[in-house]
C-alpha cells in the first residue's frame, strides 16, 4: 500500500534510505516528499544520521572470515571437496566424515554390535568366566555400571577376556 | 570469502541453506552483508570499540555453530544481531558498568574528491549527531539507531531490544521527536 500521509511517509524514510521501499511505494514517497517541507526536514535529519553512522573498524571482516574457518577447519578433518575450486565445502554438518562413505559408518556399527553379541554369546555359554569380584576390583567404575550381560554402560565390556575369547573376537573381525 | 559476484543478489535464505550444508563461500557472503550491523549494534550496547570487534567475531562463531539448528523463523540478520546484542549485554553485565565510546577518537577520512577541511567539517557534524544521540534514552536511541541506521522493522526491533512492535515504534517516534527538538 502506498504511503498517504505524513505519518506513513515519516516512517516509510529509513527503508527508502536502504532501498528496501518497493519501487511504486519509492516514488509515492518522492512525490510527497517534493510537496511537503515538514517531511523533506525529517529526511534530512535521517540523512545526518545515517552519516554519523560509525564507521566499521578496517579489516573486521576479513579477522571475522578468519576466526570463523579457522573454527570449522578445527571441528573437523580436512574435506575432499574443500579441494575443489571456486566452491569451497567445509567440513561442516553434512560433509563431517567425507572420507568415510555412509554405508561405511553403519557398517562399522553393525561390527561393534555383532563383537558385542559374540561376546555375550561366549561369556553364557560358558567359554569365558570372569570372576565377577576381580571385574569390580580391577574396573574403576561402580558395579552398578555392570550390567549382567557382559555391557557397560551399552558397550561390550573387552577387560577379563582370555586370550582363546580375544582370539575369537579378532577372528570375526577378519584381523 | 568476499561477498562474490553470484552471491550478491542472493537472498539470506539460500545462502543459509548453503551454509548448513558446508559452503563455505556462502559464508562468506553472510559475513560480508552482516558484519557492519553487528559490530553497530555491538557498539551501540557496549559503547567501546574493541569490545564491540570481540562480540561480533564471536557472533559469527556461534551463529556458524549454531546453523544447523536455525530454522528461519527469524531472518538471519535479525538472528545474527540478537546474538550479537546477547553477547554485548553478558559482557555488560560481567563489567557491572558501561565504559565511554570516545568517538572523536578516529580522524576524519576524506572521501574521494573531498578536501581535508570538508572532510573535517563532515567529522565534526557527524560527531555533533552522535553526541546528540548519546543524549536520548537507552531504548529510544536503540530504535531509533536499529531502524536508521540498519533499517530493521519495528517488529525486528522489538525482537532485539524485548519490547513489543507498538513500544519499538513508540521509541522511535519520540526519539526523532526528540532529536529533532535538540537540534533546534
Redesign the interface.
Known sequence: MNPTTCEDI??RL??W??G?LPAEEGRALEEHLAACEGCR??SR??K??????????EG??A???A???E??ERQAPP?R??EQPG?????????RWPGVPAWGLSAAALMVLGLGTGLLWTQRAGMVTPDPVQVVVQDPLPESWLWDDGMVAGAPVFDGLSEEALETLLEELGG | ?KDSSANVAAPDADLVSRA??????A??SL??RH??SV??VA?GILRE?EGA?DV??DT??KA??G??GFRGEASFKTWVLTIAANEARGILRKKGRRKELN?EA?GP?AAPGETAEEALG?SE???G??RL?AELPEKQREA?TL???E?LSFREIGALIDSSEGAA?VNYHHG?KR??EM?G
Open positions: 515519516r516512517e529509513p527503508d534510505f536502504h528496501s526536514d525529517e535529519l535521517l545526518a544520521l545515517l552519516a554519523a553512522r560509525p564507521e566499521v573498524p573486521l571482516e579477522a571475522i572470515t576466526r570463523v574457518w573454527d570449522l574435506s571437496d574443500s566452491r569451497k565445502v567445509l567440513p561442516l554438518f553434512g560433509a | 570469502m548448513q550444508e558446508g559452503d563455505a563461500q559464508m562468506g559475513i560480508a558484519h557492519a559490530y553497530r557498539l570499540e570487534r561480533a567475531q559469527f562463531l556458524f555453530r546453523l544447523e568517538l578516529a577520512v563532515r557534524e557527524a560527531a549527531v552522535r544521540l531509533v531502524r536508521v541506521f533499517g515504534r526523532i532529536l529533532r537540534l
